[in-house]
């Protein structure tokens, strides 16, 4: 069992960064694949960007290549995620999720908004 507790998320001007970070329990944390999805108001929940535990690969939506990062750290069993030059259109909730495989992700976090102004 995981349990994944997000936070970081919070209001800021477009162009501007936040750095998500996804606490997770459990001593088998190094052995999970990770990813970010998001939902914004009236649409369906989208994959953001995912990290396989066993390859070290990353996958990024084509909306936020270049300007997100996926990280994460291992010994603090914690995941994160670097948003830059952000847009409205990247205001969501943004959710952690960790499973055996990308394709099989069994734990969710509770969420944390994310609002880009213009």
């Known amino acids: 069992q995981v349990e994944l507790v997000e936070s970081g998320g919070g209001l800021v001007q477009a162009g501007g960064s936040l750095r998500l970070s996804c606490a997770a329990s459990?001593?088998?944390?190094?052995?999970?694949?990770m990813a970010w999805f998001r939902q914004a108001p009236g649409k369906e929940r989208e994959f953001v960007t995912g990290i396989s535990w066993s390859s070290g690969s990353t996958y990024y939506a084509d909306s936020v290549k270049g300007r997100f990062t996926i990280s994460r750290d291992n010994a603090k069993n914690t995941l994160y995620l670097q948003m830059n030059s952000l847009k409205p259109e990247d205001t969501a909730v943004y959710y952690c999720?960790?499973?055996?495989?990308?394709?099989?992700?069994?734990?969710w976090g509770q969420g944390t908004q994310v609002t880009v102004s213009s």
């Open positions: 999720a960790a499973g055996v495989a990308l394709t099989s992700l069994d734990y």
């Open positions: 459990g001593r088998t944390f190094s052995t999970y694949s």
